[in-house]
């Protein structure tokens, strides 16, 4: 465990702890008459109601208040038994509905409780779960809980007592409470993962954050058919358990589509033994350059896909091709360089994978604008495709190729990945990888002080002309008249 971690770990524990004792304590000795030993009497199990509104009149007895709590900490064990792990490593459970009904029901220290008590899981009662990661799972809901509570009852108490009002203020109670949550959580996934705290927070929100908002109306119809009749509030458990559903299938989809690609992937691979996982390989490196650079988590995606499918274009090259050991002839290496436009024609028919295009199609580019399929210059190249073309190289050159039967090590390829950095590679993204794993402890040349080259007149003359070309209806872009010098090339 690291140092951090094990400093938020006790700041958010003895926070959490804090909190609960010291609402307790002030709820607890509130003289309003409004309150049952700190409880708001709405959340009173009341056993003779059945269902006739305002057919108990009588103020309800702290045994009764007692079963209210116990019962919505039951809803709540019910609600975490089956948590859903999002693709970035955070949990999520439906028990947010029946902690905001306690809220609403009970007020902020009800909601406490029934989050310190109610999200109790099985895996940590079988000891699966460390006890620090209990303490901090349950402080990372009884926190938000609290001040979500709190602030809940300042809006109730700031206007009149109305169904309007109970909404608006479990609405924002309940916002604060989730939002808080998954901030906490994040951070502690972040922290756990050494991953940025960015890429959890939008990696994930994607998935849940408007399915877990939508669950505080139905909290609040939960409360209401509550305080009607106790027994109605228990028909939402289907609602509830639908919702988990979704959430597990949001997540199963995404793992079905990441393992398609991949299967993808290999079987281009597999079709040459000396390239099989490569795309694999080239998707882990793109994947920790892009986190170097703080890409956004949808460009994260972008790279991880985008990388198992960048050579899915060589389907359609020759075996004669793609396996000769040999120089390839002008019209083998015209052959072989239409493989990125290609694959961004099989790629094109499946709107999910749109962002992935401009990688698939751009990862040969060069930076000084001597690359194919379009000859771009610099920043034309989309950035994610100058990641995956430094991640590509690399792996490439540290292989076992046919035309290359002894592969460079690793500070051998560095150092070339710096020889062209500026010519072949974007100089950001060689830095960014120098700071990733794959080349921790190697030699660095560091970058060279001379300025980038300049494009040829004749490249430059080049993309003028295919521009001309295109905007006359005539041929597409000139992909296969494009040249490469650089090992990679072949990869």
């Known amino acids: ?22 609402t307790s304590f002030v709820y607890v000795t509130d003289p309003t008459p409004t309150r049952i030993d700190g409880f708001r009497p709405e959340i009173a199990l009341r056993l003779d109601n059945l269902g006739v509104a305002g057919s108990v009149a009588t103020s309800p007895s702290t045994l009764a208040v007692l079963a ?34 306690a809220m609403a029901l009970g007020g902020p220290l009800a909601a406490g409780w029934v989050a310190l008590l109610g999200t109790t899981e099985f895996r940590e009662i079988r000891g699966k779960v460390p006890w620090y990661g209990t303490a901090s799972n349950h402080a990372g809901i009884v926190v938000p809980a609290i001040i979500g509570g709190v602030l809940a009852d300042v809006i109730r108490g700031s206007f009149p007592d109305n169904h309007l009002t109970s909404f608006v203020a479990t609405m924002f109670g309940a916002v604060v409470l989730f939002l808080l949550n998954y901030l906490i959580a994040s951070v502690m996934v972040s922290l756990k993962n050494q991953q940025p705290i960015r890429l959890i927070l939008f990696g994930d929100a994607r998935g849940i954050v408007t399915n877990a908002l939508a669950l505080a109306p139905l909290a609040w119809l939960m409360a209401q058919m509550y ?4 027994w109605a509030s228990l028909l939402f458990a289907l609602p509830l358990y ?33 390239t099989s996982k490569h795309s694999h390989r080239v998707k882990q490196i793109a994947v920790d350059i892009g986190k170097e650079m703080r890409v956004s988590a949808p460009e994260l995606e ?15 090259v020759p075996d004669a091709v793609l396996l000769k050991s040999d120089r390839l002839t002008r019209d083998e290496r015209m052959t072989m360089n239409a493989h990125p436009v290609l694959g961004a024609q099989i790629i094109s028919p499946v709107n999910k994978l749109a962002p992935e295009l401009p990688i698939i199609r751009h990862h040969h580019e060069w930076y000084n604008g001597s690359g194919y399929p379009d000859r771009l210059i610099g ?113």
């Open 1 to 22: 465990m690291s140092r951090s971690l094990k400093l938020a770990l006790i700041g958010l524990v003895g926070f959490g702890a804090l909190a609960l004792i010291l």
């Open 68 to 101: 209210g709590v116990l019962f919505w900490t039951l809803i709540t064990l019910f609600a975490v038994a089956l948590p859903v792990r999002m693709p970035r490593g955070t949990l999520v459970s439906v028990a947010i509905a029946p902690i905001v009904a």
């Open 227 to 230: 305080i009607t009749a106790w």
């Open 242 to 274: 639908t919702t988990r559903v979704a959430y597990h299938r949001f997540v199963e989809m995404r793992e079905m589509f990441t393992q398609t690609i991949g299967a993808l992937a290999e079987a281009v691979d597999k079709r040459d033994p000396f």
């Open 302 to 316: 972008a790279l991880e896909w985008g990388g198992l499918l960048h050579d899915v274009g060589k389907i359609g």
């Open 379 to 491: 920043d034309e190249i989309p950035k994610l495709a100058r990641i995956l073309h430094v991640a590509d190289a690399f792996e490439a050159m540290t292989a076992q190729r046919p035309y290359r039967m002894t592969p460079l090590t690793a500070e051998q390829a560095l150092g070339e990945l710096r020889k062209f950095a500026g010519i072949q590679f974007d100089p950001v993204v060689v830095d960014a990888f120098v700071r990733t794993t794959w080349v921790h402890g190697v030699s660095d040349p560091g970058r060279r002080e001379e300025p980038r080259q300049i494009p040829l007149i004749a490249h430059a003359a080049n993309r003028m002309t295919q521009a001309t070309a295109v905007g006359a209806g005539s041929a597409g872009p000139a992909t296969a008249s494009a040249t490469a010098a650089a090992t990679a090339d072949q990869a």
